[in-house]
Nanobody, 114 residues
Framework: QVQFVESGGGLVQPGGSLRLSCVVSGIIFRTYAMGWYRQAPGKQRELVATISSGGNTNYIEPVKGRFTISRDNAKNTVFLQMNSLKPEDTAVYYC????????WGQGTQVTVSS
């Protein structure tokens, strides 16, 4: 059974930072690519950032230079460091694992507001 424990979301003012964490169990973590989706109210879910099993990263254009995805294979954990946050970053953020099958977590709310 694959389980995700996501944490780090919350309310932050524009320009602030948050660090999301996602601990995954039930898969051979080091063999999976990992990513973070987000879904804002009334919008489609979008894949924000990915990191391959080898550590290669990709980002959507709106977050390039502000967000950093990383992973710690020893702790089965993937992170999303989010800096210079904007109101348009407000969404539920979901951790995802891509491999022999794809899995995702329950999500954590990120709200950017003054």
């Amino acid at each position: 059974q694959v389980q995700f424990v996501e944490s780090g979301g919350g309310l932050v003012q524009p320009g602030g930072s948050l660090r999301l964490s996602c601990v995954v169990s039930g898969i051979i973590f080091r063999t999976y690519a990992m990513g973070w989706y987000r879904q804002a109210p009334g919008k489609q879910r979008e894949l924000v950032a990915t990191i391959s099993s080898g550590g290669n990263t990709n980002y959507i254009e709106p977050v390039k230079g502000r967000f950093t995805i990383s992973r710690d294979n020893a702790k089965n954990t993937v992170f999303l460091q989010m800096n210079s946050l904007k109101p348009e970053d407000t969404a539920v953020y979901y951790c995802a694992a891509f491999g022999r099958a794809n899995y995702w977590g329950q999500g954590t709310q990120v709200t950017v507001s003054s």
